[in-house]
């Protein structure tokens, strides 16, 4: 059974940095085309994509934020964490972690957290 | 980076009746890295159907996915209550992933 668990604080302040953890079971990610995403949704908004990191460590981030996140794994632990910082009250959103898809010719996020909503507010 | 259009921004439908969800891409996409998620409030987005027209595991097929290059299309052949929700598609290109803003499938 593959589980996704975010995890971190509901409320930051503005400037701060944000840390993220994503603790997962039931995979690897030192398995060949796996890797784990984040996402975040504002309030009655559409999801938008910020970052993933494969089970090779290659990185990927999204281009309008990409000099504001940091994605990293600790294998041996089961966690992806990710940092943003700057933190803005635009960023408040419900941030969900998601396995990518295993295969190497197709990508999609088949297992999601349940999420965690961060606001920003002083 | 790719961005995807979804139409129309809202549907009203009744049970029964057939839905046709459209996502277009600003540049080509390959099938092979279009998905599409259905979300309900306060619950995550789950995946519906991957490679342009795979159902995922336990999708209903009343749920069809097609389309190529730049359109793409959701179906649902005969609506059911528990199908009124927002659905995303999602897409995979030159190494970074996008959603949609979203189609809301609303009851009339």
């Known amino acids: 059974q593959i589980t996704l668990k975010e995890s971190g604080p509901t409320l930051v302040k503005p400037t701060q940095t944000l840390t993220l953890t994503c603790t997962f079971s039931?995979?690897?990610?030192?398995?060949?085309?796996?890797?784990v995403g984040w996402i975040r949704q504002p309030p009655g908004k559409a999801l938008e994509w910020l970052a993933l990191?494969?089970?090779?460590?290659?990185?990927r981030y999204s281009p309008s934020l990409k000099s504001r996140l940091t994605i990293t794994k600790d294998t041996s632990k089961n966690q992806v964490v990710l940092t943003m910082t700057s933190m803005d009250p635009v960023d408040t959103a419900t941030y969900y972690c998601?396995?990518?898809?295993?295969?190497?010719?197709?990508?999609?996020?088949?297992?999601w957290g349940q999420g965690t909503l961060v606001t920003v507010s002083s | 980076e790719i961005v995807l259009t979804q139409s129309p921004g809202t549907l009203s439908l009744s049970p029964g009746e057939r839905a046709t969800l459209s996502c277009r891409a600003s540049?080509?996409?390959?099938?092979?890295?279009l998905a599409w998620y259905q979300q309900k409030p306060g619950q995550a987005p789950r995946l519906l159907i991957y490679?342009?027209?795979s159902r995922a595991t336990g999708i209903p097929d009343r749920f069809s996915g097609s389309g190529s290059g730049t359109d793409f299309t959701l179906t649902i052949s005969r609506l059911e209550p528990e199908d009124f929700a927002v659905y995303y598609c999602?897409?995979?290109?030159?190494?970074?992933?996008?959603f949609g803003q979203g189609t809301k499938l609303e009851i009339k």
């Open positions: 990191i494969y089970w090779d460590d290659d990185k």
């Open positions: 039931g995979f690897s990610l030192s398995t060949s085309g796996v890797g």
């Open positions: 999602q897409q995979y290109g030159s190494s970074l992933y996008s």
């Open positions: 998601a396995r990518r898809c295993q295969s190497v010719t197709t990508a999609y996020f088949d297992y």
């Open positions: 490679g342009a027209s």
């Open positions: 540049q080509s996409v390959s099938s092979s890295y």
